[in-house]
C-alpha cells in the first residue's frame, strides 16, 4: 500500500534530539503530562496539559482509541546445551505455539537446539533462524504460555529506556504504567503510548461533554522497533498489523461523522485502522499501510500523539497530516521548551 512513484529522503524526516530529552520513566501521574497543540490552519503552536483536551473536543466528536493489551513478552532463558543466556521478545504466534520472536545471545543456537525458558516453566525448540535477529520457535509448557509470562515476562519496553536493573518494583511498575487503563484485547509487542495518558477522571470529564468514544483493535509489532533505514522512504518495508473494528464502534464513528463531529484519533495505531478500512465498516484483518507525504486522509480529522523518533514512520505519518515543515518546526520548539519525548514522554494534539 506504497506509492511508488514518490522519491522522498528519509534524511528530510531527522531532528536533532538531546539524549536527556527521552523519557526514562512515566510522568507521576498520567494525566501529568504536557501537551502541545498545533493548529493546521492557522499554524498556531499552544503549550497545555492533557487535561485541557476537554477543552479542545465538543460534541458530536468521537474520541477513537486502540485497546490493544501489551504481552509481558521479554522473557529469558538459557541454552540446554551449554547454558549460555538468551533473551526473547515474543512478536507473533504465527501457529499454535510456533512463535516468531526476536532473539538476543551471545551465540546463537542452531535449528533443533532446545531453550529453557521463564525458571523452567516452558521450553523451546529453534524452528528457524532469521536475519536482524528474528527466529521461530515452538514453545512448549504444562500450563498456558500467557499465565507464566505474567509471572516470568517483562514489559517490552523500547531500546530507548534504559532499565540497567530491573527490580521486581521497577518491573510491576512498568506492567503497570506500559499499558493504557483501557486496554482489553492482548496481543501487543509495544503500546500504543498516546492513550497512557489517560485516567478515568479525563473520561469522565470527556463524558460530561458528551464526547463519545469508539474502541477499535490493532496489535502493535514489530514494525515498531525497525527504525527506517531505506535513504529513499518508499524503500521501507511496512510489517503487516493485525487489526479489529466491531460493529459497534464502526457505528458510534459513522453517527458521529454524520452529525458533523470530528474522527479525532488517539495515536498513529489509531489513525493506521482507520485509513486502512475507510469508508469506516466492520472489519478484520492486517494492515501494512504507509502513511508519508503527501497523502490524502480519509477518516481522520484530528490526532492526539506522542512524540517520535527522528527518521521514523509515525513521524512521517504525522508530517503526512500537519505539514512536514510545520511539523519539524513543532519538534524543534519542543526540545527547547523541554518537553518529554517518546513512549513515557508528553504528548501533541494535532487540529
Not at 516452558?122 to 509448557?141: C, F, N
Not at 453517527?255 to 489513525?271: E, L, P, Q
Amino acid at each position: 500500500m506504497v506509492c511508488k512513484n514518490h522519491q522522498m529522503k528519509t534524511d528530510l524526516f531527522n531532528y536533532d534530539l538531546p539524549p536527556e530529552r527521552i523519557a526514562q520513566h512515566p510522568a507521576e501521574r498520567r494525566d501529568m503530562a504536557r501537551m502541545m497543540v498545533l493548529h493546521r490552519d492557522s499554524g498556531l503552536i499552544e503549550h497545555k496539559i492533557i487535561t485541557d483536551l476537554v477543552d479542545y473536543l465538543h460534541a458530536p466528536d468521537v474520541l477513537v482509541l486502540n485497546n490493544t493489551k501489551v504481552v509481558p513478552a521479554r522473557i529469558f532463558g538459557r541454552k540446554a546445551a551449554s547454558g549460555g543466556k538468551v533473551e526473547l521478545l515474543l512478536l507473533d504466534e504465527t501457529k499454535p505455539s510456533e512463535w516468531k520472536v526476536l532473539m538476543k545471545t551471545s551465540r546463537r543456537p542452531k535449528v533443533g537446539d532446545t531453550l529453557e525458558l521463564c525458571s523452567g516453566k516452558a521450553t523451546a525448540t529453534m524452528l528457524y533462524d532469521g536475519e536482524q535477529g528474528e527466529a521461530v520457535l515452538k514453545i512448549e509448557s504444562d500450563r498456558p504460555l500467557m499465565e507464566i509470562l505474567d509471572e516470568e515476562g517483562v514489559p517490552p519496553l523500547p531500546p530507548y529506556i534504559a532499565r540497567k536493573e530491573q527490580s521486581h518494583e521497577q518491573v510491576e511498575t512498568d506492567k503497570k504504567r506500559y499499558q493504557t487503563i483501557y486496554a482489553s484485547e492482548p496481543g501487543a509487542a509495544a503500546a500504543p503510548t498516546a492513550g497512557l495518558h489517560f485516567t478515568p477522571e479525563l473520561f469522565q470529564a470527556l463524558d460530561h461533554k458528551e464526547i463519545s468514544k469508539a474502541e477499535l483493535t490493532l496489535h502493535v509489532g514489530l514494525g515498531t522497533f525497525r527504525p527506517v533505514s531505506a535513504e529513499i522512504i518508499t524503500d521501507h518495508e511496512m510489517h503487516h498489523e493485525h487489526y479489529a473494528v466491531s460493529k459497534k464502534a464502526a457505528q458510534t464513528i459513522n453517527t458521529a461523522k454524520a452529525a458533523g463531529g470530528r474522527i479525532v484519533a488517539v495515536g498513529s495505531t489509531s489513525v493506521r485502522t482507520l485509513e486502512s478500512v475507510t469508508p469506516i465498516q466492520a472489519a478484520e484483518g492486517s494492515t501494512n499501510i504507509f502513511i508519508y507525504p503527501p497523502y490524502n486522509f480519509k477518516a481522520v480529522d484530528a490526532i492526539l500523539t506522542n512524540f517520535h523518533l527522528p527518521r521514523s514512520t509515525l513521524l512521517m505519518m504525522m508530517s503526512a497530516f500537519a505539514g512536514r515543515k510545520f511539523m519539524l518546526r513543532a519538534y524543534e520548539i519542543a526540545v527547547q521548551e523541554k518537553y518529554r519525548f517518546f513512549s513515557y514522554g508528553d504528548c501533541m494534539l494535532i487540529l
